[in-house]
């Protein structure tokens, strides 16, 4: 009864009946249908093939690349090869022909002297000349065939000595400036007389680049190339021959020699702004050698004149 009253009254409330209960459902079985993955793998094994080609295909570019540049440098560098080989034997060539004329003239001059020491004598001339460009080789055979004849052991009346026959004074400034130790026999050495003979006509020449004056003062000392300049009778007669004799000797071997190689001429390979040098090895500013005094006389010529 009064339950069928509630009934009523939650009846009237909600304007609704209660449904009957039934018996509980059956549960679902929900099933989750999941698409093929086999064409998203194929795209990503298709994606990672073609990076690799990519990548190998770059790398191979690479390779020929660099390939291509290594055989451009071998090919570049065997043709530079080429070209000083061809310049070195050329230098050679023309080298070994003045090498062996200057022997010959050596050997004219000096009929004693051996095959052997003529080429030395000629060769020594030549590296000195390299070492001193401002010295035409030709110009020291002709100083070296008029001062000694080409004797190693020549001395003149004033003392002169060695093939280009340089006074002792003179010497031993030269050749303390070439970093040697003097004594008597060094001026007979063929070796330190050429190079002290050549670096004597290099200083020269910077101080004036005439091949007369240069000749004058080598042969008769400052004082005497002073003379020669003036054009005055106190210029010794043996300067006075000396520089026509040795410039003819050296214009006809230049002639001779002008087919296997062009010699500069003496002093124009000395830059006209450089520094003279001094015998103590240092540089002396480059200008018109004022007067000297006695004292202020160098200590003498290569060879003074008789």
Not at 29 to 42: D, E, H, K, M, Y
Request: hydrophobic letters at 40%; glycine letters at 8%; charged letters at 25%.
């Amino acid at each position: 009864m009064i339950r069928n009253e509630k009934l009523g009254l939650l009846d009237e409330f909600t304007g609704e009946r209660p449904r009957p209960m039934t018996p509980a459902s059956r549960p679902r079985t929900i099933v989750i249908r999941q698409g093929s993955t086999w064409l998203p793998l194929a795209l990503l094994c298709l994606c990672v093939l073609l990076a690799a080609v990519v990548l190998l295909g770059q790398r191979a570019l690479r390779e020929i690349e660099a390939r291509s540049q290594r055989t451009t440098g071998a090919i570049a560098g065997v043709e530079r090869r080429l070209q000083e080989l061809e310049a070195g034997m050329g230098f050679d060539s023309r080298r070994r022909r003045l090498l062996l004329g200057m022997r010959d003239h050596i050997l004219r001059a000096n009929p004693r002297v051996s095959l052997h020491d003529a080429y030395r004598y000629a060769q020594l001339a030549l590296d000195a000349s390299e070492k001193y460009p401002a010295v035409d080789p030709l110009l020291l055979l002709s100083i070296g065939i008029v001062e000694s004849g080409y004797d190693p052991q020549a001395t003149s009346r004033a003392d002169a000595r060695g093939l280009y026959q340089i006074w002792p004074s003179t010497g031993r400034l030269l050749v303390r400036a070439l970093g040697w130790e003097y004594d008597d026999a060094t001026l007979y050495d063929p070796m330190k007389n050429t190079e002290a003979a050549a670096l004597y006509l290099d200083i020269l020449f910077a101080a004036y680049r005439d091949p007369q004056m240069v000749l004058a003062e080598y042969n008769g000392g400052p004082l005497n190339a002073g003379y020669f300049r003036a054009g005055v009778v106190q210029l010794a007669a043996e300067t006075k021959n000396y520089v026509p004799r040795v410039l003819e000797l050296h214009r006809r071997l230049r002639e001779e020699f002008a087919a296997a190689t062009e010699p500069a001429s003496p002093g124009t390979d000395a830059d006209p702004q450089r520094e003279g040098k001094t015998l103590a090895g240092g540089r002396a500013a480059l200008a018109a050698p004022p007067a000297r005094t006695a004292a202020e006389t160098p200590p003498g010529p290569a060879r003074p004149a008789r």
